[in-house]
């Protein structure tokens, strides 16, 4: 009689402070910006940049955005992350789940040592973001890859692919998404994801030539090419993102011209993807919308970028441009529609 498998799931995010205090925030982003998938430039410049510029302003700033979002249970994200986990525990409970952030704690090193002390046969990896990026997903791989290498029984490895436009993770986006408008009736629908520098864009493109200041292959090479999905830009993060709005948009029942997508949080003076949500705002106001619904699309947990990126800073500055009504939706969180969702694409490996 054969022994059942034993399928341990391996949940993957970006990572939070341990707490809003600046020492915290200042650990937290010394591991996230040297990362060269994060901030890829040449090492010396990176430790120069960080040593005397970043580190030295950014963690009194960001501590103070942090202590903003943080609440009785601490990080949105970490705790939205935990109870998501729950939710699936539940719902998968033939397996071992476990959570691992790429910075800060639980670290995706003690994640995947509580599945290999198990012991489990296979790991399933779920990095928990929708679209696929270098600095998110790639960087999360890495680790995971790094860390199963380093084994003397390399365990068997599976990755839930970028789930941008799957039909389970569209349909709970649709489940939130009247949820949370349904009452609230907005005129527009921004979509807001997190942007990217150029380069990183350029970098994934096979066609691109490598001269980032000339020759483009099909990457950022007009102004539509992101309007049609196909074999030059499948592993594009900006082609996903507009997957993924044409997707909710026809599930939400939004009509062309009902709706925008635009990029958030860019960092430094390089070039990143556009249209800037900080540049949209006030042109929605002015084009006359006053009830505007917002949501981030490129998140499955509320974090600092949405809680206060979105829901404090955009809402005032939409209000200061003549416009009457703010709602950010909500992420898909640990919501029940979520964790049905996520299980069935766990459920596929």
């Not at 789940?97 to 990896?125: C, H, K, N, W």
């Not at 090419?225 to 997707?247: E, I, K, L, P, V």
């Not at 939004?254 to 997508?261: D, I, R, S």
């Amino acid at each position: 009689m054969s022994t059942p498998e034993k399928v341990g799931v391996l949940l993957v995010n970006l990572g939070t402070p341990n707490n809003p205090s600046v020492p915290a925030v200042r650990t937290y982003l010394d591991q996230f910006l040297n990362d060269p998938r994060v901030l890829d430039i040449p090492p010396l410049l990176r430790w120069f940049l960080l040593t005397f510029v970043i580190l030295r302003s950014r963690p009194a700033e960001s501590a103070h955005a942090y202590e903003k979002v943080w609440d009785e249970r601490g990080s949105p994200l970490l705790y939205h992350s935990v109870d998501l986990q729950a939710g699936l525990e539940q719902r998968l409970a033939d397996r071992h789940f476990a959570l691992g952030m790429r910075y800060g704690t639980p670290s995706i090193e003690s994640a995947f040592r509580q599945l290999m002390d198990a012991p489990v046969d296979r790991i399933v990896v779920v990095p928990l973001y929708p679209q696929e990026a270098s600095s998110s997903t790639g960087t999360a791989l890495e680790e995971v890859y790094r860390l199963a290498a380093a084994e003397w029984k390399v365990p068997s490895v599976q990755v839930v692919p970028p789930f941008f436009a799957d039909e389970a993770f569209v349909a709970a986006w649709a489940t939130v998404f009247s949820e949370a408008t349904d009452a609230f009736q907005p005129d527009h629908v921004l979509f807001s994801y997190h942007g990217l520098p150029e380069r990183h864009i350029l970098k994934g493109d096979p066609k691109h030539t490598g001269d980032f200041t000339k020759g483009r292959g099909h990457c950022l090479a007009s102004d539509t090419c992101c309007d049609t999905f196909g074999d030059a830009n499948r592993h594009c993060y900006r082609a996903q993102c507009y997957a993924t709005t044409r997707a909710l948009t026809a599930a939400f029942g939004v009509e062309p011209g009902g709706y925008t997508v635009s990029f958030q949080s860019r960092l430094g003076k390089d070039p990143w993807v556009q249209p800037f949500t900080d540049q949209v705002i006030p042109k929605l106001a002015a084009a006359g919308h006053k009830r505007l619904a917002v949501l981030c699309p490129a998140f499955v947990a509320d974090c600092l970028e949405t809680i206060e990126e979105i829901g404090m800073t955009a809402h005032d500055q939409f209000l200061e441009a003549g416009g009457e009504a703010f709602k950010l939706v909500p992420c898909l969180n640990a919501h029940p529609a979520w964790a049905d969702a996520l299980a069935k694409i766990i459920g596929r490996l």
